[in-house]
């Protein structure tokens, strides 16, 4: 199976190496979503346990607590070809996991919604490196 990868133009080359994706408001059968209901949410986010990521950062603009957030929650988990800031040369690899909202599980775009959110943020000053 071939690897897609996803260009920065910082230079580095991100590797997806796992994708989960889940409804954001799965306990609300109906009714309208409380800000208590997406500060639940807000205070639970982090990385699916069994990646073992070291670092996880969401897109702010997808978690404001007083708007209804999207319907789907996406979390990328990417490695870049290199390590970040390794003047010692001691690591092999950074990597970095996302967490972002979308409309439609059908119709987005991973590539596109990881650019918009690097956009925001520097990959060297969030990402950890790593050994293989």
Known sequence: MKHETIKLESGYELTVKAIQVKETYPDILVG???????????????????????????????????????????????????????????????????????DSIFDFSVEKNVKDVLKEINWEDYAVNLRF
Do not use: H
């Open 32 to 102: 309208k979503y409380l800000f208590v209901d997406n500060y639940r949410i807000y205070e639970n986010l982090s990385c699916p346990k069994d990646w073992g990521v070291a670092k996880c950062i969401l897109r702010m603009d997808d978690f404001i607590l007083l708007k209804t957030f999207r319907p789907y929650t996406v979390w990328v988990w990417m490695q870049a070809d290199k390590p970040v800031n390794d003047k010692k040369g001691k690591f092999d690899y950074s990597e970095l996991a996302l967490i972002f909202t979308v």
